[in-house]
Structure formats: C-alpha cells, structure tokens
C-alpha cells in the first residue's frame, strides 16, 4: 500500500492544537495503514517539531502499534497458564510452523499475522486463539487447521 503523505497531513490538520495529538495522531495512522509507515513518521516529526526517535520510542513502548505491515487477519495465542497446560504453546509452534514465520511477524502472502498474547482471560475455553476479533475456545491444531483453511477461502471475513 502506498503511503501518501498529504493523506498524512490531513489527519495532522484534524487536530487544531499540536499538544497532546502524538498517541491519537498515531493510531489514526495506523487505522488508515495497518502500521506507521516511516515517511509518516518523519512527516510527523516535522510537523510537530519532534525528533523521529522520540515517535519510535511512543511506538516501540505501546504494543498496540505495528511499524511493519500486519496480515490481513492477526491471529492470537494465549499463553497464560490455563491456555499453555492446555496445549496453546504446541498450537503457537503450529501455526509457526505452518505460515513460516514467529510471534510478531506476517506471512509472506500478507494474509496472517501471528501474536502471542500473555492471556486472553478465557481460562475457561483454553486454550483459546483469537482470529482478528472472533475468539475460538477449547482450540487444537486440527481445529486451527480448518480455521486458516476458511479464512484464507473467505468464508470468514
């Protein structure tokens, strides 16, 4: 996706005051991206007379923001202890296995991002995935398996 910086510039403008605006300036990079592309940091950085390195520090500290681009469908492991005594670190190493890549990276079609999460709160359905925002509860590599295969078919959106 191309970064297009009076795109950029128009979210800044959205914004009358300049303090206070860095967090919410950013998510709403994101939402438009899916991640901070670095030319809308710089942009940013220039505009709110900051230095780039204080935007990586705000990016790298919240784990909400993504400065590579995500999957289109961000795939979540529990690893809290209910969820890793039910089997949710064999499921991880699966799905690592399977779209090739580890915790925090995107699959090379750009369809799945993988995260592990320190716990989801479902103690009950553990172990549980959680694909974009359904929440799949009482998870094996079988069901996992169907799961990509109906995503990546679209039969979920």
Do not use: W
Not at 81 to 107: F, N, P, R, W
Not at 145 to 154: M, S
Request: aromatic share 8%.
């Amino acid at each position: 996706m191309e970064v297009k910086l009076n795109k950029i510039r128009k979210l800044i403008r959205k914004y009358p005051h300049k303090k206070g605006i860095l967090i919410p300036l950013l998510q709403d990079v994101q939402a438009a991206y899916g991640y901070v592309p670095e030319s809308a940091i710089k942009l940013i950085a220039k505009e709110l007379s900051l230095y780039p390195v204080d935007i990586y520090g705000i990016l790298t500290f919240y784990a909400q923001f993504y400065l590579t681009p995500r999957g289109k469908h961000t795939i979540k492991i529990c690893q809290g202890t209910a969820c890793h005594v039910m089997g949710s670190k064999e499921i991880l190493d699966y799905l690592s296995g399977k779209l090739g890549i580890i915790q925090g990276q995107t699959s090379q079609d750009r369809m799945f991002s993988l995260e592990r999460v320190a716990c989801l709160g479902c103690c009950g359905m553990a172990p549980v995935v959680v694909i974009d925002d359904n929440f799949y509860g009482r998870a094996s590599i079988q069901k996992v398996e169907k799961l990509l295969k109906n995503y990546r078919l679209r039969k979920i959106k």
